[in-house]
């Protein structure tokens, strides 16, 4: 259940008590329009201020007979508020309230993860930092390809989390905006003064145009950029799994002192925080799509985009949050095995360096075809033969004749890889 994922920024914040609440913001900052507007006495509004109450029980009752929330809202207002009700919603449509009171959820939702990006982003730089020059195998397509330093990787993952904190400000942007249009967005019983008057008492802006409702664009476009968000830490966390298996072992997520791994193997430490990330993004994702599915709708608007909306969203918005804390936790107390690190690093005996072998015949003048194929030779036998490639290539004689012995073991210093780690750092900072 989504409850198991839900942090306490977002305990009570997608729940019926809180959504009628924003509803009711909403009401009353219309009320408020209308006062200054000249439609209402002040004195009524203040009456209503204090008698309104939100009876979820009430609600829900009613709604079982009118099957429209917000009326049954409405109805469950006028009890409690009495004659002066009839003001209340005047001249409206459902949706100037429900997707006007969206957007102040959605945004206030957006900060509450932007923090944490923010947070995460802290993370990623000081692990960065601290793993700058620590070498690692940099592998492609699986298999080992050159030298590169754990603080690349992290580097990585903080640029990209970098882009991912514009998507979410871009996002959070475009979902600000309320809509007090009526029926078809063409204000028959109001005017765009109210509406202006209404979303800058609620810190948003009115739409320029909307029909019955805010355009599903804008609400897709927020799910989007939480789906990337989520398939950025699936990209990290997929990435520690890979180099905790076993056999590699250079990376580990934290795991407690009185953690199990396994009922039936005492051994075992699993990256099940790393899992269970990767799945959760697999969710944000299959609902962005029914995000974009719910941009096309009848004429001025159907409801067909209500119901999923009203899982899609606060479903992804809470395991978006709970997926960048646990990418968090996982990231700072990551474990970095630094023996392996060194072991791997000699795993493939100096054929990781060939690509720098290659360069340095290419750079003496030997044409590439013939150069290729002395290196390619060499490391496939010194593969066949469990022997170092410095020694292989130390037996040609192409090699002894173009390059001293000192000359051949320097190509097989890892440092060299990491001459421009200063400057790829300096670069991403300085965005």
């Known amino acids: ?206 739409a320029p145009i909307s029909t019955q409702i805010i355009q599903r664009d804008n609400h897709a476009e927020f799910i989007l950029a939480l789906a990337m968000i989520a398939t950025s830490c699936e990209k990290t966390a997929q990435e520690i799994r890979h180099l905790q298996r076993t056999e590699i072992h250079e990376l580990e997520e934290p795991f407690g002192s009185g953690q199990k791994g396994s009922s039936a193997m005492p051994h075992k430490k699993n990256p099940v925080i790393c899992e269970r990330i990767c799945g959760l993004a697999r969710v944000i994702r299959a609902n962005s799509m029914a995000a974009m599915q719910n941009i096309p709708l009848w004429g001025e608007r159907d409801i067909s985009n209500s119901s999923s909306e009203r899982i899609i969203i606060p479903d992804s918005i809470m395991l978006t949050h709970y997926m960048l804390r646990k990418t968090k936790d996982v990231i700072s107390g990551l474990k970095i095995i630094n023996k392996n690190l060194e072991k791997n690093l000699e795993l493939t005996r100096g054929q990781i360096f060939s690509g720098r072998i290659l360069k340095e015949f290419l750079a003496k003048g030997i044409e590439r075809e013939t150069a290729y194929k002395i290196v390619q030779s060499s490391a496939f036998r010194a593969e066949a033969e469990n022997k170092h490639l410095r020694d292989i290539l130390l037996e040609d004689k192409l090699v002894k004749k173009t390059f001293s012995a000192k000359a051949v073991t320097d190509f097989f210093n890892p440092k060299y890889y990491l001459r421009w780690v200063d400057y790829i750092f300096d670069a991403v900072f300085k965005q």
């Open 1 to 206: 259940m989504i409850e198991r994922y839900t942090t306490k920024e977002f305990k009570n914040f997608w729940t019926e008590e809180y959504k009628y609440k924003k509803w009711l913001e909403v009401e009353i900052a219309v009320l408020d329009a209308y006062v200054k507007l000249g439609k209402i006495p002040a004195g009524v509004v203040t009456a209503i201020k204090k008698k309104a109450k939100i009876n979820i029980q009430r609600i829900n009752e009613l709604e079982l007979i009118t099957q429209h929330d917000l009326i049954a809202f409405l109805e469950s207002l006028k009890e409690s508020v009495g004659t002066d009700a009839k003001w209340i919603h005047m001249g409206l449509t459902s949706y100037d309230i429900e997707d006007t009171a969206l957007a102040l959820l959605l945004k206030e939702s957006g900060e509450i993860i932007l923090k944490e990006l923010e947070s995460l982003l802290d993370v990623i730089k000081k692990r960065a930092k601290e793993e700058k020059y620590t070498l690692i195998a940099g592998r492609t397509h699986g298999i080992q390809a050159e030298p590169i330093s754990v603080g690349l990787k992290f580097l990585v993952w903080y640029d990209e989390a970098l882009r991912n904190k514009r998507r979410l400000l871009s996002a959070i942007e475009t979902i600000s905006y309320g809509k007090i249009s009526g029926a078809c967005g063409n204000y028959p019983h109001i005017t765009p003064e109210l509406e202006r008057l209404v979303c800058k008492n609620l810190g948003l802006k009115p």
